[in-house]
């Protein structure tokens, strides 16, 4: 007798391969070998260390990107902004919008937003503009650990898209020290260190890249665990 969970099991995978079927020329067998559930630190940890290191809850904070405020709401900052266009934060408006009418600058500053390149890169380059020099700049999903995981657009509820790509423009930028932490799907983290840093633009070589160019590469990024990267951002 073929048991209700056999079926349901069933077309959930006949409904994924569905959703694949037009990015088969993506599928890539292998993964990222990360367990991010054994690891006891998330971005907010990070986040909150280069709070503290920016004064605690002094500190000027900025999040971009905060849907149900998960992470907005456990930040340790008294004057904190957060930017979404559908829910969580203070401001409701794209982060193209807010970067446009800010005339603010903030110690602390942490990029979920849209899993995009394009938009990620923009981001990036906004949320350093604004950052104090000596302050942090923070990312999210920078290592996506399977295909489906990577690919642009969804295929499933585990989403990274292809924004690891922005990894290796901050990692060849010039004024910052960017550092990627094992953590959490990967956070990116960017220290500002000079008011005349460059932006390393390296979009037509990497937006055609896949999550196999990732795999094959991931350990030319400035990888780090993070005891490591604490004791980094404290220094």
Not at 27 to 42: G, Q, S, T, V
Not at 49 to 70: D, H, Q
Not at 109 to 129: K, P, S
Not at 206 to 214: E, T, V
Request: proline letters at 3%.
């Amino acid at each position: 007798m073929v048991s209700l969970r056999s079926i349901r099991d069933y077309r959930r995978r006949r409904r994924q391969e569905r959703r694949d079927r037009p990015y088969a020329d993506n599928a890539f067998p292998h993964r990222l070998d990360y367990r991010w559930e054994d690891i006891r630190y998330n971005r907010v940890s990070l986040i909150n260390a280069a709070l503290a290191r920016r004064g605690g809850a002094t500190a000027r904070y900025l999040e971009i990107g905060c849907a149900g405020n998960a992470c907005f709401d456990s930040i340790l900052a008294l004057d904190k902004i957060g930017v979404d266009p559908a829910r969580g934060g203070t401001h409701r408006m794209t982060s193209d919008a807010f970067f446009a009418a800010n005339d603010r600058r903030f110690d602390v500053v942490f990029v979920d937003g849209l899993h995009e390149f394009a938009q990620c890169r923009r981001d990036a380059v906004h949320a350093i503009d604004v950052c104090e020099v000596g302050g942090f700049v923070l990312f999210h999903d920078f290592l996506p650990r399977d295909w489906r995981s990577a690919n642009v657009p969804a295929l499933q509820g585990e989403w990274t898209g292809d924004v690891w790509k922005t990894a290796f423009e901050l990692a060849s930028s010039d004024g910052i020290e960017f550092k990627l932490v094992e953590i959490d799907h990967g956070v990116g983290v960017a220290r500002k260190i000079r008011q005349d840093w460059r932006y390393a633009d390296r979009f037509a070589a990497l937006q055609a890249l896949k999550f196999k160019d990732l795999y094959a590469r991931h350990r030319e990024l400035p990888l780090i665990g993070p005891h490591d990267a604490l004791r980094w951002i404290a220094a």
